[in-house]
């Protein structure tokens, strides 16, 4: 079974950092491109940063630059790191992974995390 589960969510002032971290289920995670998105209060949610299993990244061109996505596999983890919050950076943040795998494949959620950041 498949399981994303995320930490590190909370309440930042404008400026601050958070590191956010998904701890996925060892079976999937190198067969997995990981990533984080977001969903703000009426807003579609939206590709944030991801990391494939080849170690390319790819950002949303707003946070690119203080948003940094990494991965420790001996943990079996993604981290985002968020510098320089900004307010529009409040949302649910959730961890994706997409599993390349023969028996597993195909696209898992976390529960989400909440990210508030106060001006």
């Known amino acids: 079974q498949v399981q994303l589960v995320e930490s590190g969510g909370g309440l930042v002032q404008a400026g601050g950092s958070l590191r956010l971290s998904c701890a996925a289920s060892e079976i999937i995670f190198s067969i997995s491109d990981m990533g984080w998105y977001r969903q703000a209060p009426g807003k579609q949610r939206e590709l944030v940063a991801v990391?494939?299993?080849?170690?390319?990244?790819n950002y949303l061109d707003s946070v690119k630059g203080r948003f940094t996505i990494s991965r420790d596999n001996a943990k079996s983890t993604v981290n985002l790191q968020m510098n320089n919050l900004k307010p529009e950076d409040t949302a649910v943040y959730y961890c994706?992974?997409?599993?390349?795998?023969?028996?597993?494949?195909?696209?898992?959620w976390g529960q989400g995390t909440q990210v508030t950041v106060s001006s």
């Open positions: 994706n992974a997409v599993v390349y795998g023969t028996i597993v494949r195909g696209h898992y």
């Open positions: 990391l494939t299993t080849g170690g390319r990244t």
